[in-house]
């Protein structure tokens, strides 16, 4: 593999680095490819990188030719391969036939296998403790329900270092993430969509209480928050809010510039005073819509706890406020009823109105003025990134700053 082969990856992650070399650093065949590790080397100080490679004859496996399956079932006999651990979870039985990549791709590579379960490749090897598989084993030992069962996973182990490859769970038929699912209903029917908001609540006050309920594992704290951590919540939203003002140009730059004091004023506020009652625990870190999956029966499942994948894995597995989940999900729901509107002739506001009350009412109790600060951080963060990347959706976190700064 070139820098060049390297750097034309959807899972490569470093696209703003530039790659001096590639090496191969690792190959363990399996079924008829093999795992190959590969090392990218940069040419700044910020350290070197490992990426997983499955490759049949040179290239990505295609579908059918059995890598996939082979390594499901290497999980489900809990056979090594090479420096390949495996794990298998409870209950989970081998013979699976079948393998289907999916067709969406993100950060990972997903794909089904005997139809049953779902393999995840974690590309980019990153050492230490991925929240992905740690937390879907933890809520699997708690009983929280709510999420796909773990069926095992894989890690990649050298002298002094582990890092997650691949995680195997429960591949839920028919079931659609629920910002698609969301989206459907806002165009037919937008009354379903507040009932759907009022489910969300709930199921999110229940896997915050379940991420919770074992205080004294250490990996998995709850307890009030430190006037350290209020502190760097209060630090990490102004520097979202800098960074917002500076990704803008022109009338809105100007507009920004003008609610700012107003912006800032909110986050003294509620960061200041909030060290008495804020609490942290872990979290889902990445909370949105399309990390929800809506099963045909109408249940639904939260997946992908791997956090922002911005942010360092020490930086995904530090106790937070639950609130930023609660931030993101109104945030999510905003996004949605928004682009209803430009697109199904939904009325946003009332239906805002309704739905978030429902989402918060299924909830329980909040601290309004620490949700709203963390609302108002991440459509900072949203700005700067639609600034970047579709300058066209724009004015919809402006308008959520403005709103929620007022
Ligand atoms: P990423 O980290 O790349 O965002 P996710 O874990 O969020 O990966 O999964 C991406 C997509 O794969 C989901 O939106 C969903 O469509 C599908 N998916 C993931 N897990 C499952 C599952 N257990 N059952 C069915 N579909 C799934
Ligand atoms: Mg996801």
Redesign the pocket.
């Known amino acids: 593999m070139t820098p060049a082969d390297l750097a034309s990856q959807r899972w490569f992650r470093s696209k703003q680095r530039s790659i001096v070399a590639v090496t191969e650093v690792d190959r363990s065949p399996i079924g008829p490819g093999a795992l190959v590790v590969f090392e990218a080397s940069f040419d700044d100080d910020a350290g070197s990188e490992r990426y997983l490679v499955p490759l049949v004859g040179g290239r990505e496996p295609a579908d059918g030719e059995g890598v996939w399956i082979a390594l499901a079932n290497a999980i489900g006999r809990d056979a090594g391969i090479g420096r390949f651990v495996t794990r298998r979870a409870a209950g989970f039985e081998p013979d699976l036939a079948g393998e289907r990549r999916?067709a969406?791709e993100?950060?990972?590579t997903?794909v089904v296998v005997g139809e049953r379960l779902?393999l995840?490749l974690y590309r980019l090897l990153e050492p230490g403790e991925n929240p992905d598989v740690e937390i879907s084993a933890f809520l699997a030992g708690v009983g929280f329900a709510d999420t796909?069962a773990l069926a095992g996973s894989v890690t990649y182990e050298t002298l002094g270092a582990k890092a997650s490859a691949a995680m195997l769970?429960?591949?839920?038929p028919g079931?659609e993430?629920a910002w698609t699912a969301m989206r459907s209903v806002l165009a037919s029917d937008p009354q379903r969509g507040v009932e759907m908001a009022e489910r969300i609540g709930d199921l999110t006050a229940r896997l915050h209480r379940a991420l919770a309920s074992r205080p004294d594992d250490v990996a998995f704290p709850a307890r009030p928050a430190t006037v350290h951590e209020t502190a760097a919540w209060r630090a990490s939203a102004e520097w979202q809010a800098t960074l917002a003002v500076g990704s803008l140009r022109g009338a809105d730059h100007d507009r920004l510039v003008a609610i700012a004091p107003a912006v800032r004023a909110r986050f003294a506020d509620a960061f200041g005073s909030a060290t008495g009652d804020a609490v942290v625990s872990r979290i889902h870190g990445d909370y949105h819509l399309?990390?929800l999956?809506a099963r045909p029966d109408g249940g639904l499942a939260v997946?992908?706890f791997?956090g922002e994948p911005s942010r360092a894995l020490a930086e995904r597995r530090a106790p937070a406020s639950p609130l930023r989940d609660v931030a993101g999900m109104l945030r999510s729901l905003d996004y949605a009823a928004r682009a209803a509107e430009r697109e199904d002739g939904l009325a946003a506001d009332p239906w805002l109105l309704r739905a978030r009350a429902a989402y918060l009412g299924a909830y329980g109790d909040i601290d309004a003025a620490l949700l709203s600060a963390f609302e108002l951080e991440k459509a900072c963060y949203e700005i700067r990134y639609e600034a970047g990347m579709r300058p066209d959706w724009l004015w919809l976190p402006l308008a959520a700053v403005e709103r929620l700064a007022s």
């Open positions: 999916l969406v993100q950060s990972n997903s779902i995840k796909p769970q429960a591949y839920l079931a993430d399309g990390q999956l997946i992908d791997e």
